[in-house]
Structure formats: C-alpha cells, structure tokens
C-alpha cells in the first residue's frame, strides 16, 4: 500500500532551521506532485509548497518565499524541506502530500509532523 512517513520535525528557537523529509513508498514517485502542507491550531490546513514530477517546478505560499525550499529526489523517492529563518507563526503539523497527475487521480497524505518555532 502506499505509504508517506515525514521526519525532521521538532523544536526550534526563531531564526533557526529544519529540515522536514517525506519517504514515499507504494507508488510510481513520477506520477505524483509532491506538496508540503501545513495546519497550525484552529487554523485550516494550507499549502506551503508545491514541486512537479518531471520539470521539478516549485511554488510556495506568499509567507515562506526566500525562506522554505522543497526538493525531490527521485532516486530516493523522497521529497524534503528545507525551512530557514523560521517564524513563530511556522509553528503547525507540516503534512507530505503527493497528488497523482497522470494516469489516475489519487491524493495520498502522510500522518504528520509537529514543528515547533519557540524561545
């Protein structure tokens, strides 16, 4: 079955740096768009950033720009990110998202991990 399981959450003082992996298992890695998304308390689940499968295009949410990059590695079937300078505000549970574009229309998640920008 397919599996999405994150890593490198944690707890970090402002200003300082993480870096979030997601190993995907389970499914053909260059069909899927890899998405980061994050849900802090209260708050609706958004998209930080977005990477395609063949191009390796990359977007992000207005408030991480210059701050988060997401890349992937298809050998490894693994897509990361690396978040610096971060914020109080990135406090959230940081989800790994892949979105099949060819061949079919599945939407896999995995089960989270906690980010913590704290004092």
């Known amino acids: 079955q397919v599996q999405l399981v994150e890593s490198g959450g944690g707890l970090v003082q402002p200003g300082g740096s993480l870096r979030l992996s997601c190993a995907a298992s389970?499914?053909?890695?260059?069909?899927?768009?890899m998405s980061w998304f994050r849900q802090a308390p209260g708050k609706e689940r958004e998209l930080v950033a977005t990477?395609?499968?063949?191009?390796?295009?990359?977007n992000y949410a207005d408030s991480v720009k210059g701050r988060f990059t997401i890349s992937r590695d298809s050998a490894k079937n693994t897509v990361s990110l690396q978040m610096n300078s971060l914020k109080p505000a990135d406090t959230a549970v940081y989800y790994c998202?892949?979105?099949?574009?060819?061949?079919?229309?599945?939407?896999?998640w995995g089960q989270g991990t906690q980010v913590t920008v704290s004092s």
């Open positions: 389970g499914l053909t890695f260059s069909m899927y768009i």
């Open positions: 998202n892949a979105r099949q574009f060819r061949g079919g229309s599945a939407d896999y």
């Open positions: 990477i395609t499968a063949v191009r390796g295009n990359t």
